[in-house]
C-alpha cells in the first residue's frame, strides 16, 4: 500500500469517528428536547389542575345560574384540554430506537406511577366540581328565594312591631326582642337549626300570649308570619349547609392539589436524575471515542511521517547535489510508488539540465532584456499618461478634477438641483483696451490677471465654471460644500482678496508702462441651481443653469468700480461676518420683480486699506507694516503735497 492510500484510510477512519460522535451528539439533542418536553407536559397538567382549582373557587362565588354555566363550560374544556395531553404523554411511552439505546424518562416506573397518581386526582377533581357545581346550583336557586322573601319577611316583622308596641304589653314586647335577636341569629349568623327553633319558638309564644288576651287580629298576621319564617329559615339552613358542604369539598381539593404538587417535583427531581446520568453515559462514551482518534491520529501520524521523512532526505540530499554542480546524481524511493515516479521524473530533470546547461545562461540574458524593454515601456507609458493628466488638470477645476479621477464622479450626461453661491467678475473697459494694446501684451496682461484670480479662487475652495474673456465665473457648493453659509463666506472672502490684489496689478501694471488704470466689477448670488454634466456624448461641459446664474451675472454688469455687488439671499447668510452696505433696489433684464442690492465693504477680519483717486493710490496691509515707519512716509508725503 502507498502512503497515499494509507493516508486516505487514516482519513476515513477519522471521518467514522467524527460521525460516531456526531450521531451521539445528535442522540443527546434529541433526548435532552424530548426530557424538556416531557417536563413541560408534566407542568402543563398541573397548571390545568391549578385552574380547575381555582375555576372551582369561582363556582362557590357564583350567584348567577348563566355565569355559572359558563363556568361549567369553561372547565369542560379544561377537561378535554388534560385529557389530550394525557393522551400524548400515553403515547410517548412506547418506546422508539433511541429508549432501546439509552434511558428514557418516559419508561421510567416512578415516573409512570406519579403520572398515574396525577391522571387519578385529575379524575378526583372532576367528581368534586360536579358536587359542588350541584351545591352551588342549589344554593343560587336557594338566596335567590331567600332574597325574594326576605323583604316580606322583614316588612312583615316591622309591622308587627309596631302592633306589638301599640299593645303596651311588655311581656309581649320583650317576647318580640328576643324574636328580633332569634331571626338574626337564623339568618345572617349561625344560620342553625337550634336558632331556628327558638326563633319559631318566639313566635309561637307571642302567638299563646295573643290568643290570652284576645288579639284576634294580630294573632292572625303572626300565623302569617309564622308560615314566612318557616320557609325563609329553612332556606338559611340549607344555605349554611351547602357553604358547609362546599367547604368541605375545598379543603379536599387543596389536599389534592398539594398532592399533585409533590408528585410534580417528584418527576421533575426524577426528570433532573435522569437526566444528570444520561449526559454523564454520553460524556462517557465522547471521552473514549476522543481518545480513541487522539491515539490512531497519534499512531498514523507516526507512522506516516517516519515514511515521509525517509523520502525527503532523499529528495533534499539529491536537490542539494543537483544545486552544487552534480547533474549525475540519481534518487532511487522504494517506500512510495507514487514518490518514487517524483524522484524519476527528478533524474530526468538532471539529464536535461546538465544537456542544456551552455544555453541556460543565455536564454537568462535574453529573458532580461526582454523584461527590461518591457519595463521601459511601461514606465514611458506611465509618463505620457501623467503628463496627459497634468494637461487635462489645467482645462478643469481642481475640485471636478480630482471627483471625476479618483472615481466619485462619473463623466456622463446628468444633472442635479444644488443650493450654490456664484460669481461673475470682469475687468471694466477690456474690450476697449483690446483696440489700444499689442495682442501679445494683451494676452501677457489677461493670463496674469486670470492666474492670480484663479489661485485665489481655488484657494478659497472655489470651482471655476469658465473664463469668457476677462470674465471669470466660479461657483461654491459643488462638488464639494462646506454647508450654504460658510460656501457664501468663502466666496465674500474671495471677492475681498481679489478686489486687494486688483489694486497691487493696478500698480504693478502702471509701473509697466500701462496708463489707463484697471478696474473690476464683481457680482455675488446663492440659491439653488441645476449643476452638472450637459452637452452631447463626445463633448460634455460641466457647468451650473438657472436663474440664480442670471441674476449673479445682472449684478456684475450693474456693479461700479472695484464694487462687490450682492444679492439679499447672499446678504441673509453673510451679514453677521461682513460689513455690507444696503444699496438701491434694481431692476433688471429677464428679472420680474426688483432686486434688493447690497455693496460689501470688508470682512471681519479684513486688514487691509485701500483708497483710490485719480493720479492716487493707497493700499495699506496691516499686518504687514512697520507702523511707526509708515506713519513717517505719510506725513512726509502730505507735507509735500501741501507744497504744490
Known sequence: MNIRKKVIFSFIILILFIISISILSLITTYQMKENSAFAKQVSTLINIQEDMNDLINLTTAQTMTQELQKVRETFNEYEKSFEALRKEISQQNQKDMVDFLLNDIHQNNHVIDSLLKLFDNEHSIEVIFDEIFDFQNKKIIHNQRFNELYPKENDKRKVLQSLIFKTKNLELIQEFGNLQYYSKETLYQHRDKERFLKWVGSVDTIMAELKKYNYTELLNSFKQYKQIVDIIGNLAIDIHGIEKEEKTLINKLVEILQHNKDES??????????????????????????????????????????????IIKKLSSGVKQLRDGDYDVQ????????????????????????????????????????????????????????????????????QLFESIFSGKQDVVIESKRKYLTVFFSDIQGFTDLTDSIETESLTQLLNEYLDIMSSIAIKHGGTIDKYIGDCIMVFFGDPLSNGKTQDALNCINMAIEMKEQMSHLRIKWQNDGYSKPFHIRMGINSGYCTVGNFGSKNRLDYTIIGGVVNLASRL??????????????????????????????????????????????????????????????????????????????LENTLQNIRKI
Not at 287 to 309: A, D
Not at 343 to 365: G, H, P, V, W
Not at 572 to 594: V, Y
Not at 604 to 629: A, C, H, R, Y
Open 556 to 633: 456684475e454688469s450693474n456693479a461700479t468700480l472695484d464694487q462687490i455687488l450682492i444679492s439679499s439671499e447672499t446678504y441673509m447668510l453673510i451679514k453677521e461676518n461682513i460689513q455690507c452696505t444696503k444699496k438701491e433696489e434694481l431692476t433688471l433684464k429677464g428679472i420680474a420683480h426688483p432686486i434688493q442690492t447690497y455693496e460689501v465693504l470688508s470682512g471681519s477680519g479684513n486688514s487691509t486699506i485701500i483708497k483710490e483717486e485719480n493720479g492716487f493710490n493707497l493700499m495699506v496691509d496691516l499686518n504687514e507694516i512697520d507702523k511707526n515707519n509708515i506713519i513717517s512716509i
Open 331 to 398: 534518487i532511487i524511493i522504494n517506500e512510495d510508488r507514487e514518490f518514487n515516479e517524483i524522484a524519476t521524473t527528478f533524474n530526468k530533470m538532471a539529464d536535461n539540465i546538465k544537456e542544456n546547461q551552455n544555453t541556460l545562461e543565455e536564454k537568462i540574458k535574453q529573458r532580461t532584456t526582454e523584461l527590461q524593454t518591457a519595463f521601459a515601456n511601461i514606465q514611458n507609458q506611465k509618463d505620457l499618461l501623467e503628463n496627459l493628466s497634468n494637461k487635462l488638470a489645467k482645462y478643469l477645476s481642481p
Open 265 to 310: 417535583i417528584f418527576i421533575e427531581t426524577k426528570i433532573e436524575k435522569i437526566t444528570e446520568q444520561f449526559l454523564s453515559r454520553v460524556s462517557l462514551i465522547q471521552f473514549i471515542l476522543v481518545v480513541s482518534i487522539i491515539l490512531i491520529t497519534l499512531i498514523l501520524t507516526l507512522y506516516i511521517s517516519s515514511k515521509l521523512t525517509n
